[in-house]
């Protein structure tokens, strides 16, 4: 007898075989005996899950001559006949080769006649979502008032592209990913009851590669046998071009700290080798997912049914970075994943985003960039506001006011607000002398001693300075009432155009801030205007 591959040896062929679908079994073992069984049904789910493996348990014991509760005997005349495909009340139907409108019709010529044999006549149509518009539209009728003796199970891996009227008259059953675990013990089982050889790194590395799906898991384990009777790591990694678990922690560890150089010599390497590029970055997308779940959750080890060494030697991948550059690694690896599946030229696709990842060590989090700049900006505006209230170089008795005041003087902090008490000066002398108050509201302050208080004008409004002068008799009592101090009204006449002078000088101090380089790079931005802070009043 020629060789039957182990997905199809060890198909299921009870309800109890179907591995890590248990909520369905259970649904459907219920249905049976308790006689409530329903002429449509849908099982959709990822591939290799046990889907078609299921129809085919459901219509054996809906046909069962022996059956006992819910579960089929596997030995009678009708049971075999469906095991081997030779059943003549069992269509099975491949949904993308007969999608035409015309197969659907002739299937409803054909659902008429009463079964041969059995109780049921039972078509089970897989991928059934290939099937036309029109062949679904022939297809409702029957569907909505089958014969009582009919009954449809379709299969699919994709129900969203089944039409909602169809998907109505189904009884929808959602089949789950295998877990790895799960997919583990089951190997396990047949390894053993098959005599083979392999080491229990190898069927950890078969199950992860199944990714979900129990067929796919047995195929590779197909092809390891036939490479080798005594199955290792190490041979399996050659077999399936899947780089080394050490090779990927390393490899993750230069792309998390930015080593371009070490992560292209290894891409290299690896290339040396033969290993798919392409497995490669998924298993880096699979990795960075693994490292980002360790960093922000405590129970990582259940969640991604890692043991407790495993999760610890992510863990310390972890321990000098944060979450949001893992998470920008983790996007830019999706975004890459999907480049190299469709590069003509896998490697060079590869190194160009890896060294577009190195970047992200090099990153300041948003939230650090407010803090540096928080913290610089007293000085920041200090600087920025110094060049405007320095006086003219040709006021030579002014400038000493303006810069420095006298020894002698009180501080600053001791004196009012001079804002606050130009304010209260151009409120007061509103009510006396309109015109007057206008004027003064014309000039900005330039500094407040305990003796002087100092103001100027910009450019043409200089010709207010001899009419203000004149008015100082009126001003100076008001000004000593509402500051408790004697002082003096200096008026400097600034000469126009000044501010555009100074806003040089303000800006080159501003551009060698560190904290403005450092903003400018990290934003990839440039500083638009730079304005001294007595231009906001």
Known sequence: MSYIVLARKWRPRVFDDIVGQEPVVTTLKNALAGDKIVHAYLFSGPRGVGKTSLARILAKALNCEERSENEPCGSCQSCEGITQGASVDVFEIDGASNNSVDAVRELRETVKYAPAGGKYKIYIIDEVHMLSTSAFNA?????????????????????????????SRCQHHAFRRITKNRIREQLKKITDKEQINIKEEALEMIAKAGDGSMRDALTLLDQAYSFSDEIDGAQLQTLLGLPETEVIMGLSESIIKGDISRTLSTIKELTDRGSDLRQLTKELVEQFR????????????????????????????????????????????????????SAINPRYTLELGLLRMSFVKGMTSIDEVLKMLDDSEPSTAGRASSPAVKAPADHGEEKKTLTSPPADSTSLSELPDKDELWKKLIDSLDAEDHLLSCKLASANVVSLTDTDLSIGFNGGMSVLADSIK???????????????????????????????KDIKKIKEEVYTEKIVQDAVRIFNSSVLQVKPLEDEE
């Open 139 to 167: 297809l409702l009728k029957t569907l909505e008032e089958p014969p009582p003796h009919v009954i449809f199970i379709f299969a699919t891996t994709e129900p969203k592209k089944i039409p909602p009227t169809i998907l």
């Open 470 to 500: 004149s008015k100082l008799s009126v001003i100076k009592p008001l000004l000593r009432r509402l500051s408790s101090r004697d002082l003096d009204l200096k008026i400097v006449t600034m000469p126009k155009g000044k501010g555009k």
């Open 290 to 341: 693994s490292i980002a779940i360790v960093k922000i959750t405590g129970d990582a080890g259940e969640l991604l049914e890692f043991t407790p060494e495993e999760v610890q030697a992510l863990r310390s991948l972890t321990e000098d970075t944060g979450i949001e550059p893992l998470t920008l690694l983790l996007s830019e690896l999706l975004r890459l994943e999907g480049e190299v599946r």
